[in-house]
């Protein structure tokens, strides 16, 4: 997993004071736009920081009382103090960028989530603080350019805003850093609070546009700058949106922030970002839903590979394929044992507080018995040179040497390969047992216009024909052979503004891994008994069949893409809580914490309390209460009954 650097803008205006549309908290509270944008930064920290411990994060804070970042004031690490006093401070003309607060892009520590929770809305009893969101854009990139510059890094900007504040746009020094920022391969995300249009842009390959990077990121301070970003501490021309409409008039401010949404589209749209609109869902939700759809045509780019696709004996075309779909799992625990104290039996701290720990590693020792007649006699272990490995077939293990294993993989010996063997119809091929590996899609070189006009007309005719293509697949070089699937597939083109999709497209081949007729178990449930079945009346028929109909979700309800896992979302607060609130000392030493101290810190929700669940019961209510008049329930009495476990093979 590459290393992440993101930098959150929080719009601090007091537009972002208001609540946020229906949206409640845990307890059922309405909260406000910042809250809301509060809840989803914290919550997006503490997962990523879950998931690796090198990602980095810092936070631009806009319309605030005081001015602190890199470029003026950098002399306390205490933040969160400038979010507590309701005066502002007037700086003077020469401050660079006044008005905005700078949390340090470093990896997360409870000092930074205690920054971010303390952030406050300006009041809109006082002078309104003069930064926008394109001044934070300009020292947010700077921020990037001066921690990642020739650094190894994925970079991001993510910026929560509701638009409704006036823009000083310097249209020469933003087009310099936008510039800047492609070139660092620099994306823009816009959670856009209220907004009506939204947009999710595709970056453009350039070969100009990649900078050089070094492995050795550790020690590249003080490269020498090759990319600049145009900072500087001059005014801002005056460039502000004017309108013959009162300023302080909702009409003025709704003008303002159409302005402001188009410009930010076009910003996005530079940096192959997004704009999403945000209108009362949940803004971690949001993001985690643009992200897991973008993943693959993000990493597309750097997995494409090159093959030969052998159509016919002599037609042999250059193409590519990458992965469609890969299979996810969460990162292992690592296990540590403690250093104990040789004195006092007490573990050790370092001189940081911390406990020193020590990798626990497996060690795996291979013995024989001395006597095969006489296991009393004990074992010996098998030295080095006298092991070989082997294979296993069946319950026989057959030992196969350097050489043998060179012999056999001659035999193999090709290069990344397709090979068209011939065509079946589509429904001869079992499609439920197409699980086997991930799914690859296979497409045109990129050098070729020819290899893509071909494999688009092969997939075209292909769909025609309902046919299916059979063939032999080698994944990498001089590696095993692997029968496989070719099925025809259409790209629907969609609008960069909206989901629909228009009639234009281009065709290509996904590859499936076939597996073999022995290991696909086409499972057939037994015959259900209907002769001592009680099917009621049709009275009580129908309550059962409304109450179903009444239960059953549309296909637009219950998306499992953009709703998170309870369970994981409830480890998540887990995190972000011990990381503010560590466990004492004591506790550490203890086998594992109370019950109810984790209970405390991830607030886990029963399913029933759950916002899709209380609609449908909510929506179900008259047919649940005829289903219980109809079926009233009754207490089972099972004391004294033990049930009997019984296996395959026992009798009746």
Same mark, same amino acid.
């Given at each position: 997993?590459?290393?992440?650097?993101?930098?959150?803008?929080?719009?601090?205006?007091?537009?972002?004071?208001?609540?946020?549309?229906?949206?409640?908290?845990?307890?059922?509270? @309405?909260?406000?736009?910042?809250?809301?944008?509060?809840?989803?930064? !914290?919550?997006?920290?503490?997962? $990523?920081?879950?998931?690796?411990?090198?990602?980095?994060?810092?936070?631009?804070?806009?319309?605030?009382?005081?001015?602190?970042?890199?470029?003026?004031?950098?002399?306390?690490n205490?933040?969160?103090?400038?979010f507590?006093?309701?005066?502002?401070?007037?700086?003077?003309?020469?401050?660079?960028?006044?008005?905005?607060?700078?949390?340090e892009?470093?990896?997360? @520590?409870?000092?930074?989530?205690?920054?971010?929770?303390?952030?406050?809305?300006?009041?809109?009893?006082?002078?309104?603080?003069?930064?926008?969101?394109?001044?934070?854009?300009?020292?947010?990139? &700077?921020?990037?350019?001066?921690?990642?510059? /020739?650094?190894?890094?994925?970079?991001?900007?993510?910026?929560?805003?509701?638009?409704?504040?006036?823009?000083?746009?310097? +249209?020469?020094?933003?087009?310099?850093?936008?510039?800047?920022?492609?070139?660092?391969?620099? @994306?823009?995300?816009?959670?856009?609070?209220?907004?009506?249009?939204?947009?999710?842009?595709? =970056?453009?390959? *350039?070969?100009?546009?990649?900078?050089?990077?070094?492995?050795?990121?550790?020690?590249?301070?003080?490269?020498?700058?090759?990319? &600049?970003?145009?900072v500087?501490?001059?005014?801002?021309?005056?460039?502000?949106?004017?309108?013959?409409?009162?300023?302080?008039?909702?009409?003025?401010? $709704?003008?303002?922030?159409?302005?402001?949404?188009?410009?930010?589209?076009?910003?996005?749209q530079?940096?192959?970002?997004?704009?999403?609109?945000?209108?009362?869902?949940?803004?971690?939700?949001?993001?985690e839903?643009?992200?897991?759809?973008?993943?693959?045509?993000?990493?597309?780019?750097?997995?494409r /590979?090159?093959?030969?696709?052998?159509?016919?004996?002599?037609?042999?075309?250059?193409?590519?394929?990458?992965?469609?779909?890969?299979?996810?799992?969460?990162?292992?625990?690592?296990?540590?044992?403690?250093? !104990?104290?040789?004195?006092?039996?007490?573990? $050790?701290?370092?001189?940081g507080?911390?406990?020193m720990?020590?990798?626990?590693?497996?060690?795996?020792?291979h013995?024989?018995?001395?006597?095969?007649?006489?296991?009393?006699?004990?074992?010996i272990?098998?030295?080095?040179?006298?092991?070989?490995?082997?294979?296993?077939?069946?319950? *026989?293990?057959?030992?196969?040497?350097?050489?043998?294993?060179?012999?056999?993989?001659?035999?193999?010996?090709?290069?990344?390969?397709?090979? $068209?063997?011939?065509?079946?119809?589509?429904? *001869?091929?079992?499609?439920?047992?197409?699980?086997? +590996?991930?799914?690859?899609?296979?497409?045109?070189?990129?050098?070729?216009?020819?290899?893509?006009?071909?494999?688009?007309?092969?997939?075209?005719?292909?769909?025609?024909?309902?046919?299916?293509?059979?063939?032999?697949?080698?994944?990498?070089?001089?590696?095993?052979?692997?029968l496989?699937?070719?099925?025809p597939? =259409?790209?629907?083109?969609?609008?960069?503004?909206?989901?629909?999709?228009?009639?234009? +497209? +281009?065709?290509?081949?996904?590859?499936?891994? !076939?597996?073999?007729?022995?290991?696909?178990?086409?499972?057939k449930?037994?015959?259900?008994?209907?002769?001592?079945?009680?099917l009621?009346?049709?009275?009580?028929?129908?309550?059962?069949?409304?109450?179903?109909?009444?239960?059953?979700?549309?296909?637009?309800?219950?998306?499992?893409?953009?709703?998170?896992?309870?369970?994981?979302?409830?480890?998540?607060?887990?995190?972000a809580?011990?990381?503010? /609130?560590?466990?004492?000392?004591?506790?550490?030493?203890?086998?594992?914490?109370?019950?109810?101290?984790?209970?405390?810190?991830?607030?886990?929700?029963?399913?029933?309390?759950?916002?899709?669940?209380?609609?449908?019961?909510?929506?179900?209510?008259?047919?649940?209460?005829?289903?219980?008049?109809?079926?009233?329930?009754?207490?089972?009495?099972?004391?004294?009954?033990?049930?009997?476990?019984?296996?395959?093979?026992?009798?009746?």
């Amino acid at each position: 997993m590459s290393k992440e650097a993101i930098i959150f803008i929080v719009d601090a205006n007091h537009t972002m004071d208001v609540p946020y549309n229906n949206a409640t908290n845990t307890e059922g509270e @309405s909260i406000t736009r910042l809250t809301a944008v509060k809840d989803a930064v !914290l919550e997006k920290i503490a997962t $990523m920081a879950w998931q690796s411990s090198t990602h980095e994060f810092g936070v631009v804070v806009l319309k605030t009382r005081y001015t602190h970042h890199h470029l003026y004031d950098t002399s306390t690490n205490n933040i969160s103090k400038f979010f507590t006093s309701d005066r502002i401070k007037v700086e003077d003309d020469d401050v660079p960028f006044p008005n905005l607060i700078e949390i340090e892009l470093t990896r997360p @520590s409870h000092h930074i989530l205690n920054a971010i929770k303390s952030i406050r809305a300006t009041a809109s009893t006082v002078q309104t603080p003069e930064a926008d969101f394109c001044q934070s854009l300009i020292l947010a990139a &700077d921020t990037l350019y001066r921690r990642t510059a /020739n650094k190894k890094y994925k970079r991001s900007i993510v910026l929560f805003t509701d638009a409704e504040h006036e823009v000083d746009v310097d +249209g020469e020094r933003l087009e310099c850093v936008l510039n800047g920022l492609k070139k660092m391969d620099v @994306s823009l995300e816009v959670v856009g609070l209220g907004f009506r249009e939204e947009g999710v842009f595709v =970056k453009q390959e *350039d070969e100009d546009d990649v900078i050089d990077v070094d492995e050795n990121d550790d020690n590249n301070d003080d490269e020498e700058e090759v990319v &600049d970003l145009c900072v500087d501490d001059e005014e801002a021309s005056d460039s502000k949106i004017h309108a013959e409409i009162q300023p302080d008039s909702h009409d003025f401010r $709704m003008l303002i922030k159409r302005e402001n949404e188009k410009l930010l589209l076009s910003l996005a749209q530079q940096t192959g970002g997004a704009v999403l609109a945000a209108n009362g869902q949940n803004i971690t939700t949001l993001l985690e839903s643009y992200r897991a759809k973008n993943s693959e045509s993000s990493n597309s780019r750097f997995t494409r /590979n090159k093959c030969e696709f052998k159509i016919t004996p002599n037609l042999t075309i250059e193409t590519r394929y990458s992965k469609m779909v890969e299979q996810k799992s969460l990162p292992s625990l690592k296990r540590d044992a403690y250093l !104990l104290d040789e004195v006092t039996g007490q573990p $050790m701290k370092d001189g940081g507080g911390e406990f020193m720990t020590t990798p626990i590693d497996s060690i795996i020792y291979h013995t024989l018995q001395k006597n095969p007649d006489n296991p009393e006699d004990g074992t010996i272990e098998v030295p080095q040179e006298s092991r070989t490995d082997a294979y296993r077939f069946g319950s *026989d293990l057959i030992p196969l040497g350097k050489m043998d294993m060179a012999g056999i993989n001659s035999a193999f010996k090709s290069p990344k390969s397709v090979e $068209m063997i011939g065509y079946i119809p589509s429904k *001869d091929v079992i499609q439920s047992g197409l699980t086997l +590996g991930p799914a690859y899609a296979l497409y045109g070189g990129k050098e070729s216009n020819r290899s893509m006009t071909a494999v688009a007309a092969l997939a075209e005719a292909m769909n025609v024909k309902d046919l299916w293509g059979f063939c032999r697949f080698v994944k990498s070089a001089n590696g095993d052979p692997r029968l496989a699937v070719l099925v025809p597939r =259409k790209i629907e083109q969609k609008s960069q503004v909206s989901s629909e999709s228009s009639n234009s +497209g +281009g065709w290509y081949l996904a590859l499936l891994q !076939l597996p073999f007729a022995d290991d696909v178990n086409v499972l057939k449930p037994p015959e259900v008994p209907t002769d001592h079945l009680n099917l009621g009346d049709y009275n009580e028929s129908n309550v059962c069949d409304e109450l179903i109909d009444s239960l059953m979700i549309a296909d637009d309800e219950l998306d499992s893409i953009t709703i998170s896992h309870p369970a994981l979302k409830s480890y998540h607060r887990m995190i972000a809580h011990f990381a503010m /609130n560590p466990i004492t000392d004591e506790e550490e030493r203890k086998v594992g914490l109370p019950e109810e101290r984790i209970l405390e810190a991830c607030r886990a929700t029963p399913l029933c309390e759950l916002e899709s669940v209380k609609m449908m019961s909510k929506k179900a209510s008259n047919q649940i209460d005829s289903f219980l008049k109809t079926y009233p329930l009754t207490k089972s009495n099972i004391e004294g009954k033990k049930s009997e476990r019984k296996y395959w093979g026992d009798g009746n």
